[in-house]
């Protein structure tokens, strides 16, 4: 592109401006696919297969579609936050990430087996002196 041309597309993008939100539920609809189409197959949560990742929704605005929001991180494991104002992103965002790192674990259940059958699996504890 010439400079002509680049000062010319400047002139362009400059007169840009947002004037709504994004409208997910209605794409899907017209493209017949549901809110799990949002995400990889491989991180669906399916009956204990697939990773589990829990996806995080956060609805800026009065505008957003909060049903839509919800129902996607309901059905990925994950939390929806209103954000009402610009002011509140960080604490809504912290308050996330907070309650991820405050689990260590859920539903844990662990199974060791043993495939020399001539040993035995034993526990013990060491209490510190």
């Known amino acids: 592109m010439n400079d002509a041309g680049r000062q010319q597309e400047l002139r362009v993008v400059s007169t840009l401006a947002p004037t709504g939100g994004t409208d997910i539920a209605t794409g899907l609809e ?5 809110y799990q189409s949002l995400v990889p197959n491989s991180i669906h949560r399916c009956n204990g297969e697939g990773l589990n990742i829990p996806v995080h929704a956060f609805g800026f605005g009065v505008d957003h579609d909060a049903t839509l929001m919800h129902s996607i991180s309901e059905i990925f494991g994950g939390t929806f936050s ?15 990430i907070g309650g991820l790192l405050s689990v260590a674990v859920q539903d844990l259940h662990v199974e060791v087996r043993c495939t020399q059958s001539r040993l035995q699996l034993s526990s013990s504890f060491n209490k510190p002196p």
Do not use: L, S, Y
């Open 30 to 34: 017209k493209r017949g696919q549901g």
């Open 82 to 96: 209103f954000i009402e104002a610009e002011e509140v992103i960080q604490d809504a965002f912290a308050q996330c």
